[in-house]
């Protein structure tokens, strides 16, 4: 059985960080593209970011470019998201999904977790 598990979500003052941790079971971790996605209250799920299955390719949505980075580690089975300079646009809920082929669109994932909300505040 597949599990992805987000942590790392919170409250954050606008301007500050959080980083969000995604652990998966039940694949082969390395064969996996990872994908961050989000969706605010009332608004449909976006992509947010994407790392190959090396980690070796990233991809990220243009309102979060220079600010978040997406990275894993194969050892540990889990994929990060590294956010800085937080605005409050950027409150919501925040999703790890698993892709054979890493994709900005969310039907191309096989695999979701249950999400980890953020909320930044102004």
């Known amino acids: 059985q597949v599990q992805l598990v987000e942590s790392g979500g919170g409250l954050v003052q606008a301007g500050g960080s959080l980083r969000l941790s995604c652990a998966a079971s039940?694949?082969?971790?390395?064969?996996?593209?990872m994908g961050w996605f989000r969706q605010a209250p009332g608004a449909e799920r976006e992509f947010v970011a994407a790392?190959?299955?090396?980690?070796?390719?990233?991809y990220y949505a243009d309102s979060v470019k220079g600010r978040f980075t997406i990275s894993r580690d194969n050892a540990k089975k889990t994929v990060y998201l590294q956010m800085n300079s937080l605005k409050p646009e950027d409150t919501a809920d925040y999703y790890c999904a698993a892709a054979r082929v890493a994709s900005t669109r969310g039907p191309a994932y096989d695999y979701w977790g249950q999400g980890t909300q953020v909320t930044v505040s102004s």
């Open positions: 790392i190959s299955w090396s980690g070796g390719l990233t």
């Open positions: 039940g694949l082969t971790f390395s064969r996996y593209a």
